[in-house]
């Protein structure tokens, strides 16, 4: 397909995240939301009403519209691998949302189909297209950091029980950012241990809080904070917070850097930067990934290897040790 080509797009799934997919679709030349389908009708037609696009009856009739060029994956996660499937073998490209799939080997199984169908297969691992982060990258690539030492990923957002009991616990939903981001600036860890806890949920079982430990295959140390227990109010807060300290010099990136005083989703404030970044995300599969053929920032390849991380994580609590990885 000509990098010119209006590219259709179809989503699965229809909550929440589907409205920021659906502003970035609206904001790019070259791509039109074609329609949605989602599990519940109710929910379907108010988004495809809302958006402004079909609404097809089932996930089958929206693969085979020739109209749909790349469908996004915007369900719950035990459902990414299904879809994903659904869509390759329909021939379209894919977007799937992150954690892209609940183990390697679901992962593995839908890299191998991309691969084999030549068609991109992009993990939504977004807050790696963002101005700031790529310039961070940059600096790293060049040596302009110097000998790297230390990185921190934060992220304190306080969600809801009832938002919080809708994903996975923070393990698998928020340290999987923290993981991707982590493998694109520093490379990959060596070894790590992790610690979580439930702190302010009355019924859900799952952790609001873990933190992880690491250390790197460059030599630096790392340390990746995720939590869903309390949002970070005092003086310049670790709202997300991503840090790279070399001996040469530092970078900071923050989503304190640009706020609107009105809730964002489940977010009490909006952090401009999270809407961003799906934007710069989509922009990128649409124009670089689809129209240009090249890779994405983050590959299936470093969807798989974040996986492991998690994975690891899920160990070192469990049994309280550091895992090789
Ligand atoms: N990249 C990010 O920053 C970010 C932020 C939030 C959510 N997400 C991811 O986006 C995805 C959706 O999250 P959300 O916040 O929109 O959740 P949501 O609960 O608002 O919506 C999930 C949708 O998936 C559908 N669904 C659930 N199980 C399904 C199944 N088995 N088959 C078909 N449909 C099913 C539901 O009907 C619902 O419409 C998740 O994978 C989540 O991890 C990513």
Redesign the pocket.
Known sequence: MAATDTIGVGFI??????ILHAKAVRKLPGAKLVGLW???QD?AKQRAGEFGCQNYATPEALVADPNIHAVLV???????LEYTKLALNAGKHVLV???VGVSVAEIEEMKKLADAKKLVCMP?H?YIYEAGMNRSKELIVDGDLGKLVSAYAMYNIHHPEEVAS??PGVVR?ILT?NSYILLYLMGKPKRLCAMKACLHYKEYKEEDIAMVQLEMENGALAHLCASFAADDHAADPWTVMVKVIGTAGSTRYSYRDHVEIKPGLVHSQTYTA?AGS?MNEVKYFVENCIGRGQAPLSTMADAITAQKMIEACGKSIREGCVVTL
């Open positions: 799934g229809a909550g929440d995240i589907s989602n599990r519940s929910r915007l369900t719950n996660l035990e459902s990414h949302e992150k954690p939504g977004n809708r994903y939903q950012h999270y799906i």
